[in-house]
């Protein structure tokens, strides 16, 4: 019987729940949504998550039936932690990675790094582990002073799963100031900051199998008691890993609400402007990413309900030739940073001329994104693979593929679970999560630039990096 793997996805809103067989065919999935109340950008429970899992869990594997489970693993939001007691129960509810209560004592953290010296990641704002958990100490010191171990989302469905809540790993540690490339929680996080050495987890490269299914889960879930439970990795790596981008010079463009892209460099990009960061590759690589403001909202909230008209009838209007970027909030923050960002486009156009136009913006944007990563890492980008909302037209998947001049990938199942799934396969089946990649994924679209309408987009993209120069968004020498 072939092996199969369980990938779990804690969301914001829910629990997802795959299985994948050795061949990359999604044999089951169930997902649970949390019943949230209206500070659960703040806080929720880690009990509620588990419950949802161990539902979404018994469910799938009661549909499909007589399979051998090999493996497992987790992935949930970055940013998120959970202060456990003794007993490994949570003594107050997760603080969620878009509470921004921690925003003032973010200052401190970044601060101490600096002070530290240290040269990797200080991207610490109020979405970071390491604030929230100082923040904690300082709102709730009656509690503090129960704290036996400070854990991610994803760690505590682990936990659950294996009785080890200790271990996390590379993804979910570094927005809690673990140094990636030393390998090790800088001193200056219990020295400097009032956190204890104690509290703080053994780091390993996510993928790495740390115990196996307890027991009493596996008597509960109709299972072997030799489940491997694998250490986890972060919703964004983990929705990398499912497109596909696991090898260096392959990047993932995610084009939902905004644009986010995501990469694999042999070697560390330090960005001076803090654009771009990097986690750490589960085979010591690096994993940068970043994400602009600019991506695909302007698509339901403009286009709801002519959608399948305006895409079909923009086929036939590329290369435009008109300069739009869809902009839809005030300021920029990636592939450059620029506050004073306003989104434009040319008056007068009819809606399929505004879609077509909009769509090339987001191209031209995501270019820029690869220029700029290629000129600080000093390495190229080979082929782009796509996931999100945006990716569901062949219309744009051919004008970004003409407009990079790339070869653009649309696997099949590219969500957080599979990716989770795929993870929990690469050192229990595979050899390496590249080649539990290539054998887990499936291709289901894949898009190869045209020579004449890449001649016609180079000249139009290069209007519009005049323009946004003329505008004063980027400094363009």
């Given amino acids: 019987m072939a092996d199969c793997f369980l990938g779990i996805d804690i969301g914001t809103q829910g629990a997802r729940v795959v299985l994948l067989d050795e061949h990359g065919n999604v044999l089951g999935s169930s997902e649970e949504d949390f019943a949230l109340t209206g500070d659960s950008r703040e806080e929720q429970s880690p009990v509620v998550w588990w419950d949802s899992c161990l539902r979404s869990l018994q469910t799938v594997l009661k549909a499909a039936g007589a399979v051998t489970v090999k493996a497992v693993s987790v992935t949930s939001t970055s940013g998120t932690v959970i202060p456990l007691d003794g007993n490994h129960e949570p ?6 990675y878009s509470d921004k209560r921690s925003a003032e004592v973010a200052k401190w953290c970044k601060q101490a790094a600096v002070d530290a010296g240290i040269t990797g990641y200080l ?21 503090a002073n129960q704290i036996a171990l400070w854990i991610h989302a994803a760690d505590f469905v682990i936990g659950k799963l294996s009785g080890r809540y200790n271990v996390t790993d590379y993804t979910n540690a570094l927005k809690s100031g673990y140094d990636v490339k030393n390998e090790n929680w800088p001193a200056y996080i219990y020295e400097q900051l009032p956190l204890k050495k104690e509290w703080l987890q053994m780091v390993v490269p996510s993928g790495t199998p740390i115990g196996t299914i307890t027991p009493e889960l596996a008597g509960l879930l109709g299972l072997n008691n030799d489940v491997v439970v694998v250490a986890g990795m972060t919703d964004g790596c983990a929705s990398q890993v499912a497109s596909g981008a696991v090898n260096p010079g392959d990047w993932n463009t995610t084009i939902g609400t905004t644009l986010v892209v995501k990469g694999v460099t042999r070697e560390e990009i330090i960005d001076p402007e803090d ?11 690096w994993m940068p990413g ?17 959608l399948d008209a305006v895409n079909a009838e923009a086929a036939t209007l590329i290369p435009t030739g008109l300069m739009a970027y869809p902009l839809r909030q005030d300021g920029e923050r990636f592939p450059f940073i620029a506050p004073q960002a306003r989104g434009f486009e040319p008056e007068g156009l009819t809606p399929a001329e505004r879609f077509a136009a909009n769509m090339e913006g987001v191209a031209y ?19 782009v693979y796509t996931a999100g909302g945006g990716s569901n037209s062949d219309v744009w998947l051919t004008i970004r593929s003409n407009v990079l001049n790339k070869p653009v990938y649309k696997m099949k199942h590219v969500t957080g679970a599979v990716g989770a799934a795929i993870l929990a396969a690469s050192k229990t089946r595979f050899s390496s999560l590249g080649e539990a990649t290539v054998a887990l994924t499936q291709i289901e679209k894949e898009i190869h630039p045209d020579r004449e309408l890449t001649q016609r987009y180079q000249k139009d993209y290069l209007r519009f990096v005049t ?8 400094n363009d020498k």
């Fill in 123 to 143: 991207g610490f704002n109020a979405s970071s582990g390491l604030s929230k958990m100082v923040w904690f100490v300082q709102q709730y010191p009656e509690k």
């Fill in 467 to 474: 323009m946004l120069a003329e505008k004063g968004y980027i």
């Fill in 275 to 285: 654009r771009l960061y990097c986690h750490r590759h589960p085979e010591g690589y």
């Fill in 290 to 306: 970043g994400a602009s403001n600019t991506g695909a909202d302007w698509v339901s909230q403009e286009f709801s309900g002519m």
């Fill in 365 to 383: 944007i995501e270019r820029y994104a690869f220029e700029l990563i290629e000129k600080l890492s000093g390495e190229k980008v080979n082929a």
């Fill in 91 to 96: 003594l107050h509810n997760a603080i969620m």
